[in-house]
Nanobody, 112 residues
Framework: QVDLMESGGGSVHPGGSLTLSCAAS????????MGWYRQAPGNQRRDMVA????????NYSDSVNGRFTISRDNAKNIVYLEMNDLKPEQPGVYHC?????WGQGTQVTVSA
């Protein structure tokens, strides 16, 4: 089975920072495309935030480009999302992805 376990969520003030982690098991991590998706409060839509391929190709959504950084540690099977300058309009549950698999998500709240 594939397990994706997110951690690192919490509550911050606008402009604050959080670093999310996703520990993966049950997959060949080094060859997997990993990503982070945000599910906004009150709906089921999940929008891509950032992704990183096995060859280190990285893609960010326009809303977070320049503020968020995705990285991976293949030795530990962990993908990270460093979030800086969080905006009040961008809270939600952040889900880790590996190929077509989804983690349960970690909650991020931005409270003014």
């Amino acid at each position: 089975q594939v397990d994706l376990m997110e951690s690192g969520g919490g509550s911050v003030h606008p402009g604050g920072s959080l670093t999310l982690s996703c520990a993966a098991s049950g997959i060949s991590f080094a060859g997997a495309t990993m990503g982070w998706y945000r599910q906004a409060p009150g709906n089921q839509r999940r929008d891509m935030v950032a992704s990183i391929k096995s060859g280190t190709t990285i893609n960010y959504s326009d809303s977070v480009n320049g503020r968020f950084t995705i990285s991976r540690d293949n030795a530990k099977n962990i993908v990270y999302l460093e979030m800086n300058d969080l905006k009040p309009e961008q809270p939600g549950v952040y889900h880790c992805t590996a190929h077509a698999w989804w983690g349960q998500g970690t909650q991020v709240t931005v409270s003014a």
